[in-house]
């Protein structure tokens, strides 16, 4: 489900600690979200977004543009 998590992580060539650390969590927990089982908390979904600098809606792939919204 959240396999665009892991792709981005991936690309920056980071590991699941790191983003745990990042979200203040631990890295069972992080891998838990990385194969869905276990559904990412709106305020780490943000988190991850504005980390990767692109949307929540590119994340939870409701969209494929990667760029983020505008802050109109």
């Known amino acids: 489900m959240y396999y665009r998590i ?3 992580r991936e690309d920056l ?3 699941q600690g ?4 990042l979200l ?3 890295q069972t927990t992080y891998s ?3 194969t869905g089982n276990l559904d ?13 600098s692109t949307s ?6 409701l969209t494929d543009c990667k ?3 505008s802050k109109a």
Do not use: M, T
């Open 13 to 15: 060539d980071l590991n």
């Open 56 to 61: 929540v809606d590119y994340l939870l792939n």
């Open 40 to 52: 990412i908390p709106s305020q780490s979904l943000i988190k991850l977004a504005q980390y990767y």
């Open 18 to 21: 790191q983003l745990a650390k």
């Open 67 to 69: 760029e983020p919204y």
């Open 6 to 8: 892991r792709g981005l």
């Open 24 to 26: 203040n969590i631990s």
């Open 32 to 34: 838990r979200y990385e």
